[in-house]
């Protein structure tokens, strides 16, 4: 099956630090890539799409000055958490999928404890 | 209308039993229609998934089984593990439209 890895797998920051988070698709091309959010026993949440070389799209109340994506290659797309506060403290995955194709895969996911 | 619901939320079941999880949902443009299987502290995983031109599907252990015109469809996991113990997401989206609805998950505990 298509791999997708998250770099880092867990990450501590302080308050007001910014926060870089990577998605690779290993094995395929993704023209799309997806990030998440999931709180405790919850279910996923939507953060926003982006599609290789173009602007990200946000869901309903995603501030997208706080969460800057870019997805500059057909296998990398980074999640940058900028001026983090510990309300921003969650698990976020991301998931990518190939032209064409409807199925999502998802990276194993990174901690952020902002302290 | 986006909307999966998703039942139980919770689900208690012995070794060899058969796991059923449930989904219903509102859009008819919906035409695919995934599992993922989710181990805690990991990100989730594909497991099955089925179109609407079939009722049934099958990969091993899990079957899943679809009523287009109730627009239900189930996650049945035969002869249940303990290691099949893990949350359990139905997803729904179309074709075209990457973007997928998550059901609010299951969470699937198999006592020995």
């Known amino acids: 099956g298509a791999v997708v890895s998250q770099h880092p797998s867990w990450v501590i920051c302080k308050s007001g630090t910014s926060v870089k988070i990577e998605c690779r698709s290993l094995d395929f091309q993704a023209t799309t890539m997806f990030w998440y959010r999931q709180f405790p026993k919850q279910s996923l949440m939507l953060m926003a799409t982006s599609n290789e070389g173009s602007k990200a799209t946000y869901e309903q109340g995603v501030e997208k000055d706080k969460f800057l994506i870019n997805h500059a290659s057909l296998t990398l797309s980074t999640l940058t958490v900028t001026s983090a506060h510990p309300e921003d403290s969650s698990f976020y995955i991301c998931?990518?999928?190939?032209?064409?194709?409807?199925?999502?895969?998802f990276g194993p996911g990174t901690r952020l404890t902002v302290l | 209308q986006q909307q999966v619901k998703q039942s139980p939320q919770s689900l208690i079941v012995q070794k060899g039993g058969i796991s059923i999880i449930n989904c219903a949902y509102e859009?008819?443009?919906?035409?695919?229609f995934p599992w993922y299987q989710q181990f805690p502290g990991k990100g989730p995983a594909l497991l099955i998934a089925?179109?609407?031109?079939?009722s049934e599907k099958k990969e091993g252990r899990f079957t899943i089984s679809f009523n287009k015109s109730a627009k239900q469809f189930s996650l049945h996991i035969m002869d249940s593990q303990p290691g099949d113990s893990a949350t359990y997401f139905c997803a729904a989206s179309y074709r075209g439209y990457q973007k997928v609805t998550f059901g609010t998950g299951t969470k699937l505990q198999v006592i020995p």
């Open positions: 089925i179109r609407p031109d079939v």
């Open positions: 859009n008819t443009a919906f035409d695919y």
């Open positions: 998931s990518a999928a190939g032209q064409g194709t409807d199925t999502q895969y």
